[in-house]
């Protein structure tokens, strides 16, 4: 299967109130749209193609070279995005991933599973989707009896019995290329703003007789977009469960993981411990058997193995050798 990565990021996320593009906006020391570039370069030896709007400027210069750019001038939804990149897929693509760069928490293991899905079925699309008790304004997916996809139905549009099902459309969703590009082009704007929507698609394959099979995850927190300020403190609190977790099951002692604040670029040697407060920022990089003490703040620190750091130090741009001993002065 030859897949391509679309991410949408043309948005200009009004509810951040911010002069800063919402997807330069930092997560765990990092831009948030970084998160969904690097989670495509994990999918795809093909760089992400990423489909900028608001802040493009800005958001190329954060990116570099770590992905395609296309621009989406007027902003008219996001089957109108998907569209403009299409001439910047390389030939031979069979397969198109379309996700959103303000869902820094989906896992690889998550679009791996979507990915093989929907290689296994005939079907012109596999989407993902959430069951969840709070809905968060995503549509309802609607299904048969049998259990097969029928549609997607907005929460503003949804009949009372419509605004119960549990079952949310996650706006992840994998095609069939030369589909796609056809069916894009059938999509009407909706009558209340004049914009294409991707849902869509899934209404005219359905139409078409083709199946649309849907892949479920029940964990909320992965699906979670980031809309405001509120949402990105929630981002944050769970990116640094999940950093913290899998350091202490490789071996780290955290005195107080609720508050050990380590970056995604960070690596750390087991038998270290990290006091109540730590701040590993960048790219540091702890050696084995290490002792930080509280709130001490390292970024871009090279520790060596057996070191100690003392409560309060704050080290920037630094390598210290094995054996090292700081304290704050």
């Known amino acids: 299967m030859d897949l391509a990565v679309i991410v949408l990021a043309a948005g200009r996320g009004t509810r951040m109130r911010s002069a800063l593009p919402k997807v330069l906006h930092?997560?765990?020391?990092?831009?948030?749209v970084f998160y969904s570039v690097d989670l495509a370069r994990q999918l795809s030896p093909e760089p992400a193609v990423l489909v900028v709007g608001h802040g493009a400027e800005a958001v190329r210069e954060a990116l570099a070279d770590r992905c395609r750019f296309v621009e989406q001038v007027e902003q008219l939804g996001t089957a109108h995005a998907v569209m403009q990149a299409e001439p910047a897929l390389a030939e031979g693509v069979d397969t198109v991933l379309v996700c959103a760069a303000d869902m820094p928490l989906l896992t690889v293991d998550t679009m791996r599973r979507l990915v093989t899905a929907h290689g296994d079925h005939d079907?012109?699309?596999?989407?993902?989707?959430?069951?969840a008790d709070d809905p968060r304004g995503f549509g309802r997916l609607v299904r048969d009896d049998a259990g097969d996809v029928l549609g997607i139905v907005e929460e503003a549009e949804a009949t009372a019995e419509q605004q119960a099902i549990r079952e949310l459309?996650?706006?992840?969703?994998?095609?069939?290329?030369?589909w796609l590009w056809r069916a894009l082009q059938r999509i009407q704007p909706s009558?209340?703003?004049?914009?294409?929507?991707?849902t869509d698609t899934i209404g005219l394959a359905v139409a078409d007789g083709r199946r649309v099979v849907a892949i479920t995850t029940t964990d909320e927190e992965e699906v979670m977009g980031i809309n405001t300020r509120v949402h990105l403190a929630e981002a944050e609190a769970i990116l640094r469960r999940r950093i913290n977790q899998r350091w202490m099951l490789e071996g780290?002692?955290?005195?107080d993981p609720e508050h050990t604040y380590v970056h995604p670029g960070v690596t750390i040697g087991r038998d270290s411990v990290l006091g109540p407060g730590v701040c590993l920022w960048g790219e540091t990089a702890i050696g084995e058997g290490c002792v930080l003490g509280a709130h001490a703040v390292l970024d871009n620190v090279a520790v060596g193995a057996h070191s100690r750091i003392g409560a309060g130090v704050v080290l920037t741009d630094q390598v210290l050798?094995?054996?090292a001993v700081m304290v704050r002065a």
């Open 169 to 178: 459309n996650a706006g992840v969703y994998c095609f069939d290329a030369a």
């Open 26 to 32: 930092p997560l765990g020391g990092r831009p948030l």
């Open 191 to 198: 009558a209340a703003k004049g914009e294409y929507y991707l």
């Open 321 to 323: 050798p094995a054996g």
């Open 252 to 255: 780290v002692t955290m005195v």
């Open 123 to 131: 079907g012109p699309v596999t989407m993902l989707t959430v069951v």
